[in-house]
């Protein structure tokens, strides 16, 4: 409770810092924003939504390791979008409905939502949501709505593989996956935090998206709306697609027979 009560109340209290960098697999560039109501002014710098999401936050406030338990709070790592407010964000390569990706899942949201946990670090419920939520993608030809959002599982982002516990006071040295989705059938609620860890395996969390419920086979750009509340965006990443079985165990064959060649 009291990492929430801390997450809470320092969320309106930080100040602008730089915007996070762009590329890879990463929003890119900024199109539109409209904050909406009741956006805090020092929340309203769509630049941090580039780049990849937070991994350690809170630097000059409460520094501490991005973890389920812990979320990106300072205002150079999230955006808010309030009702009647918009955010449209760019990637510099599309991104594709691949079957090749894990659990279907193309794109992933990252925000600051996280898990509120009791005395013994146990998943109770989540604190923050994204009612009101709609979001559209693009492939330049027209927006289309992605299907269901409010029903998709959010996963709190995961900066770090090896930290000890929801609250570390230093980063750690094993970086999550922020391309790769948690799957979308485990429920966190009610189990622990090193439950939550072994069970994000590389995944650093976010929100999944299949693009397939879209009808477009690759997209260009994201548009995030509201219809009530207020929520808050950290970053946007394409999935990166796990090659079939089948496929490494030929390509490695092939190699085998190369190289007998060349011997």
């Not at 520094?63 to 955010?87: K, R, W, Y």
Request: aromatic letters at 10%; glycine letters at 16%; one cysteine or more.
């Amino acid at each position: 409770m009291f990492r929430s009560c801390v997450c809470a109340c320092v969320l309106v209290s930080c100040s602008v810092g730089a915007a996070s960098g762009a590329g890879g697999p990463f929003a890119t560039g900024v199109m539109s924003y409209e904050p909406g109501a009741n956006v805090p002014g020092v929340y309203q710098n769509p630049a941090v939504a580039t780049g990849a999401p937070e991994r350690f936050t809170g630097e000059g406030v409460f520094p501490t390791a991005v973890t389920p338990f812990n979320p990106p709070f300072g205002a150079d790592e999230i955006v808010g979008v309030g009702q009647g407010g918009h955010l449209t964000l760019s990637f510099d390569k599309p991104v594709r409905n691949d079957p090749l990706n894990p659990y279907g899942i193309d794109l992933l949201v990252f925000t600051n939502i996280f898990f509120a946990g009791d005395e013994n670090d146990v998943a109770a419920g989540r604190f923050g949501s994204l009612a009101g939520a709609v979001i559209e993608v693009s492939n330049g030809g027209g927006w289309v709505p992605v299907p269901g959002v409010g029903a998709l599982p959010v996963f709190p982002t995961l900066g770090y593989l090896d930290v000890a516990g929801p609250t570390v006071f230093e980063p750690g040295n094993v970086l999550s996956d922020f391309t790769m989705p948690v799957d979308p059938a485990f429920d966190p609620i009610g189990r622990t935090f090193a439950e939550i860890v072994a069970a994000y395996g590389r995944s650093g969390g976010g929100m999944g998206i299949d693009l397939a419920g879209t009808g477009l086979s690759e997209i260009t750009m994201i548009r995030f709306s509201n219809t009530g509340g207020t929520y808050y965006i950290d970053a946007v990443a394409a999935v990166t697609p796990v090659p079939a079985p089948g496929g490494a165990v030929l390509l490695g064959l092939v190699g085998l027979s190369a190289l007998r060649r060349r011997r």
